[in-house]
């Protein structure tokens, strides 16, 4: 059959990559897909949010099944369209996908249904909202309610940054027009828990853990990722067995009752606290980069099962016991300001996954294009080997102007 995959970055390349190795799959496009997308799908020149040349497109190609890749998609309402044309497309409403879209949405759904987060409050007024910080205690922290590309929380330690990150959420509009949330700051190690949902049904995933620093150590600005792992030896069965009936069970249970049933990947990002886990925040779709570590692992056809979910059919699914590791390549700069259009040579020369997240190609050569442009992922039989062949295999990529983490992995291998 023809598949569609919206969007173009390193989470595309792998829900392509592991697409393309299902025998019901013919022909993958992507739209608008990069320039390693490009070598197993036909690119389209078409925006993630442009949803009636998508509807359109999906029409004249016969397209069989969509997958939704990015957040902005979602919440442009690309399901319900597709929906309501009535072709196949693997992802949440519009509705359901306020879990990511809203903050607010998010944080009232779990105080109604008891799932476990930080106290909060949501101010839309920048005087009220300075008020109530002076009078907490610090660290806090600061959240845009709508989507930011994973830029929108800020952990201010000094009034000072406080300040100026209200100022520049609630007056100067640096994400957009909108409210914050603020939050309670709670401490101990992070961890992403993916599942496929279909409505009350919740199919677990591996564990990963992204790692939002620039730099090793955990210094740096936060960024959308600089790499990620599965699995997670910190995290016991019990931890999972609780986050999945009081977390991740709860809350599709929790949408069902609210109207608007979640069909789709639901991403918990959580934290282990020592009061137990807690969840920081929902997204609504596959993460980034969490999926090209997870998806990897995944022994079953992905097709059967983005099949399932839609047609709301029972499926058993199976995952590699093998642990990986990925480091992402980002321009230097990011995740402020950086430079595009410099070449990268030796990619030919990595044996391991290579996934594109930020690249184009210009007159045979491939050329970064974004902040976060490569992400090399190796499976191994422990966590030590997967990231030590991973930093040998990066070390042979070629660039100007890339960097990157060698300590992917650190919290699980010291």
Request: charged residues 25%; hydrophobic residues 40%; negative net charge.
């Amino acid at each position: 059959m023809n598949v569609l995959v919206i969007g173009g970055g390193g989470r595309e390349h792998a829900i392509i990559d592991a697409l393309s190795k299902s025998k019901k799959v013919s022909k993958i496009y992507a739209a608008p897909g990069n320039a390693g997308i490009a070598q197993l799908a036909e690119c389209m020149p078409i925006k993630d949010t442009d949803v009636d040349n998508l509807v359109t497109f999906a029409y004249n190609h016969n397209i069989a099944l969509t997958v939704v890749g990015p957040e902005v998609a979602l919440a442009a309402g690309v399901v319900n369209a597709f929906e309501a044309h009535e072709l196949k497309i693997f992802g949440p409403t519009k509705e359901a996908a306020q879990i990511e879209s809203s903050k607010e949405f998010a944080k009232h759904l779990m105080q109604k249904y008891a799932i476990p987060t930080a106290a909060y409050k949501v101010f839309s007024d920048y005087k009220s909202a300075w008020n109530y910080v002076q009078a907490q205690s610090l660290p806090i922290v600061l959240k845009y309610d709508g989507l930011a590309a994973g830029k929108g929380v800020v952990i201010p330690e000094t009034l000072k940054e406080a300040e100026s990150t209200l100022k520049d959420m609630l007056l100067n509009d640096k994400f957009g027009h909108g409210k914050v949330v603020i939050e309670e700051f709670i401490t101990g190690p992070e961890f992403s828990f993916m599942c496929f949902v279909c409505r009350d049904k919740v199919y677990p995933m591996m564990l990963a853990q992204d790692h939002k620093r620039a730099f090793d150590g955990d210094k740096g600005p936060n960024t959308g990722g600089m790499g990620a792992y599965s699995p997670l030896p910190f995290i016991t069965k019990a931890d999972e067995e609780f986050a999945y009936k009081h977390i991740m069970q709860a809350t599709a249970n929790a949408l069902v009752a609210e109207g608007c049933p979640f069909k789709g990947v639901l991403y918990g990002g959580l934290m282990k606290t020592p009061n137990g886990i807690k969840v920081i925040e929902f997204n609504a779709r596959f993460g980034d980069p969490e999926t090209e570590v997870v998806l990897p692992r995944l022994q079953s056809d992905v097709t059967d099962i983005f099949q399932a979910i839609i047609n709301e059919t029972p499926i058993d699914i199976k995952w590699d016991k093998r642990s990986a590791v990925g480091i992402v390549m980002a321009s230097k700069g990011y995740p402020e300001n950086y430079e595009k259009g410099f070449e990268i040579k030796n990619l030919d020369k990595v044996h391991a996954t290579v996934y594109h997240m930020g690249t184009r190609m210009e007159n045979g050569k491939i050329l970064t294009n974004g902040g976060r442009v490569l992400f090399i992922t190796v499976l191994a039989e422990s966590l030590a080997e997967a990231q030590k062949k991973a930093n040998e295999e990066v070390a042979k990529i070629e660039c100007d102007n890339l960097f990157h983490r060698t300590d992917i992995a650190w919290q699980a291998i010291k």
